[in-house]
């Protein structure tokens, strides 16, 4: 990401502050929680894209920033609820919120962290906007149900399982992209070649945490090594295993996912066989047949500074380990 912050870098530091400023709250959990999870780490990518296509579309005025503090603000609250529903104790490698303050202060904060954003954006003074980032909330909660209703589905296809994706994470990064194009007033095709962009960005990021879920280490992570599997999250890699395996070990997968607790040897036994058949390495590949679609999305757009460091951010997506 170094060429992104190479350009944004002052940007990125504004919108940590802008974050804390509007975190005001008379309630102190409020504050302690939303910094906490705010402090314990995380790339800003979503931040990061609306702040580079604001650039890219030739918005310098000084609503960028407070938008991409927006976008933080909603990426937060999906991060508070997503571990509660998840059970989650690990969030980028340090204990999780509501594994600290409890599931309902979890939900709480992250219905403040919500609703706050909705009032920062009426600031920012565009309906379009708010009309863009609005609809994203709606889809990111209907791709949490979708995800719900998918969990132990060993019959889940590829194509519903990418829907819930685009859903669930994409739209978010989708929704960033577009709305630097609108502060910069772009053209309608600019508009949705920069969602689009995002769209098929966030699919990859995704897919790429698929994978990690399977071969990085809990250091490298940030969370529990085959938490999905345990949680009964079927993802890409599991999907293309179960299409290819035999019988008797689709019946050994589909017990270990129906298991409450998972051991250690229910994992390398899942993990063996998702590595045997090509389950990680067909994640990897469709992960980069998206960057590559999404890298043509820019070819709208003329060559500089800004579109190369936004094809660079692209390019970490896919060669990230954590």
């Not at 990690?212 to 999907?239: M, Q, R, V, W």
């Not at 063996?272 to 047949?289: K, M, N, Q």
Request: glycine fraction near 8%; hydrophobic fraction near 45%.
């Amino acid at each position: 990401m170094q060429a992104a912050l190479d350009i944004i870098g002052d940007d990125l530091k504004r919108v940590e502050l802008q974050f804390r400023k509007d975190l005001e709250s008379d309630v102190p959990l409020i504050r302690k929680v939303g910094e906490y999870v705010l402090s314990s780490g995380g790339k800003r990518v979503r931040p990061a894209l609306l702040l580079l296509s604001a650039r890219l579309s030739g918005y310098t005025a000084d609503k960028a920033v407070p938008l991409a503090s927006v976008i933080e603000f909603i990426h937060t609250a999906t991060l508070l609820h997503d571990d509660v529903v998840d059970s989650a104790t690990l969030r980028r490698g340090i204990a999780s919120a509501n594994t600290l303050w409890g599931n309902e202060a979890s939900v709480l904060v992250g219905d403040f962290l919500f609703s706050k954003s909705f009032s920062l954006m009426v600031g920012v003074g565009s309906l379009e906007i708010l009309r863009v980032l609005s609809a994203a909330t709606t889809v990111i909660a209907e791709g949490e149900v979708m995800q719900l209703l998918c969990t132990g589905d060993i019959d889940l296809t590829e194509e519903r399982y990418i829907n819930v994706v685009r859903s669930k994470t994409a739209i978010l990064m989708s929704a960033a992209c577009e709305a630097g194009g609108i502060l910069g007033s772009v053209a309608p095709d600019r508009q949705r070649a920069l969602a689009d962009f995002g769209m098929d960005l966030g699919v990859a990021f995704q897919l790429m945490d698929d994978t990690l879920d399977y071969i990085a280490t809990e250091e490298e992570f940030g969370k529990s090594i085959g938490h999905d599997l345990e949680e009964g999250k079927i993802t890409l890699p599991l999907i293309y295993t179960l299409h290819r395996c035999t019988a008797d070990e689709r019946s050994c997968i589909a017990a270990v996912v129906e298991k409450d607790e998972m051991t250690v040897d229910d994992f390398r036994t899942v993990s063996g066989l998702v590595h045997r058949y090509g389950g990680i390495d067909y994640a990897f590949e469709v992960a980069h047949r998206s960057i590559d679609t999404c890298r043509e999305h820019l070819n709208i757009f003329e060559d500089g500074p800004v579109r190369a460091a936004m094809l660079q951010l692209a390019d970490y997506v896919v060669t990230r380990n954590k």
